[in-house]
């Protein structure tokens, strides 16, 4: 996948940070295209982010389980 693409997924990710569904939805999305190495820098980028937005990640916690579900291992 191009970085580009990589790149305009965080963007939207950010953007749609205000709802928690949005926010889930789109990080589900971005964690089905990705390759591999793309979702390992994912989690590494919603590490940091969410540490920004604590208010994001309490909400992340409290929905069920999806694909990724490793990348909201560490939360």
Do not use: C
């Not at 970085?3 to 939805?25: M, Q, W």
């Not at 990705?34 to 969410?50: C, I, Q, T, V």
């Not at 540490?51 to 579900?69: R, W």
């Amino acid at each position: 996948m191009p970085r580009a693409y990589y790149n305009y997924t965080l963007t939207i990710l950010e953007k749609v940070s205000f709802d928690p569904y949005l926010f889930r939805k789109e990080l589900e999305k971005a964690y089905k295209s990705f390759l591999p190495h793309e979702k390992r820098e994912l989690k590494l980028w919603l590490d940091s982010f969410l540490i920004k937005h604590p208010q994001l990640k309490k909400s992340l916690n409290e929905m069920p389980a999806f694909e990724g579900k490793d990348l909201l291992k560490a939360i």
